[in-house]
């Protein structure tokens, strides 16, 4: 699992972190985030950024922080696109 919060870059402090199975769910969470409603997010997407902290092993409990957290975009990186989903071709049964 994966440690993530998002930070306020005006106030420089973090909001409350919160864990996802991949970085590809944190991506896709902010995402839809980004671009729902009017939420302090929305309204300033300049300031606030997905960071990457920790990992967590569910299997031994051991969470292990990263040496700097991987910032994984802005708001504004993630408004008005899609989500990425990743696309598993149809296989036809006969």
Known sequence: MKLIA???????LF????????LA????????????????????????????????NIETGILTPLDQPSDLGSVSDYQNKPSQQETIPFKQVN
């Open 25 to 56: 769910d944190a991506t896709r969470s902010f995402s839809v985030m980004a671009n729902e409603g009017e939420n302090m997010l929305s309204k300033f997407p300049h300031d606030f950024r997905l960071l990457h902290l920790a990992d967590f």
């Open 6 to 12: 998002v930070k306020d870059m005006k106030s420089q």
């Open 15 to 22: 909001l409350k972190p919160h864990f996802e199975n991949s």
